[in-house]
């Protein structure tokens, strides 16, 4: 999977690492999410589920993908995401023992969904080797807003999906993913969204911790999209 960095340059690839049908619509929002905003700004997009991964499997790890590009896609029957700018884990218990950070490019952002603080999560951070890539890490406690942001298994095991894109809890994750990284503005994101309150408040209540070769700083600018590609 190298073509993409060689043809693709300018291309976002966005990784959501969930699990196979409890949180398989969730990821699928959040790629979706980014994908329907980024071409709303005129941007040429793609977003898939990875089904080399067995979604169909409950519990299992399982991917989620969005390109972005201000160019054509070249490389539009790349199954999977081999260079990642952007990664989401649904689940913040997938910090451990799943390799999201292979294959990642340099100044990634990895995005979680815990209520934990990002300093709280660093000693998981796998493979520790790759934490000069990493540019950002931010969390946002999606699971935390309640009955206004909820879990659905909608579009799972070949079932229909009837709740709008950016109805539950991958609408917060979006809007945080789309903060820390700067891949999309905010207006778009909201647009796309059938939740824009929990767009908003995955906006507004990210948590970035942001590195500098590996080690993180000790505070957090005042704007986290300064970390972004804008």
Not at 71 to 87: L, S
Not at 151 to 165: N, P, V
Not at 202 to 230: A, I, M, N, Y
């Given at each position: 999977m190298t073509l993409s960095v060689e043809i693709d340059s300018?291309?976002?690839?966005?990784?959501?690492?969930?699990?196979?049908?409890?949180?398989?619509?969730?990821?699928?929002?959040v790629a979706t999410l980014l994908a329907v905003a980024g071409s709303s700004e005129g941007k040429y997009t793609q977003s898939f589920d990875n089904y080399v991964d067995l979604p169909d499997r409950i519990g299992v790890a399982c991917k989620s993908y969005a390109r972005i590009s201000p160019?054509?896609?070249?490389?539009?029957?790349?199954?999977?995401?081999?260079?990642?700018?952007?990664?989401v884990l649904v689940e913040e218990t997938m910090i451990k023992g799943h390799p999201y950070l292979q294959d990642a490019k340099q100044d990634c952002v990895v995005v979680v969904n815990s209520a934990r603080d990002p300093e709280a999560l660093l000693k998981w951070f796998e493979p520790k080797e790759s934490l000069p890539l990493v540019k950002a890490l931010a969390c946002i406690d999606a699971n935390s807003f309640g009955a206004g942001v909820m879990?659905?298994?909608?579009?799972?095991?070949?079932?229909?999906?009837?709740?709008?894109?950016g109805a539950g809890v991958g609408a917060a994750v979006a809007g945080a993913a789309a903060k820390a990284s700067g891949c999309v503005t905010l207006e778009s994101l909201l647009a796309a969204a059938d939740n824009k309150k929990a767009v908003q408040q995955?906006?507004?209540?990210?948590?970035?911790?942001?590195?500098?070769?590996?080690?993180?700083?000790?505070?957090?600018?005042?704007?986290?999209?300064?970390?972004?590609?804008?």
């Open positions: 300018k291309m976002v690839e966005i990784t959501v690492w969930t699990r196979g049908v409890q949180l398989a619509k969730e990821a699928r929002d160019e054509p896609i070249q490389t539009v029957y790349e199954y999977e995401n081999g260079h990642h700018d952007v990664i879990l659905t298994f909608d579009g799972t095991e070949g079932a229909s999906d009837d709740t709008k894109i995955g906006w507004d209540q990210v948590k970035v911790l942001p590195f500098c070769d590996g080690k993180p700083f000790c505070e957090t600018p005042s704007d986290p999209q300064e970390l972004g590609w804008r």
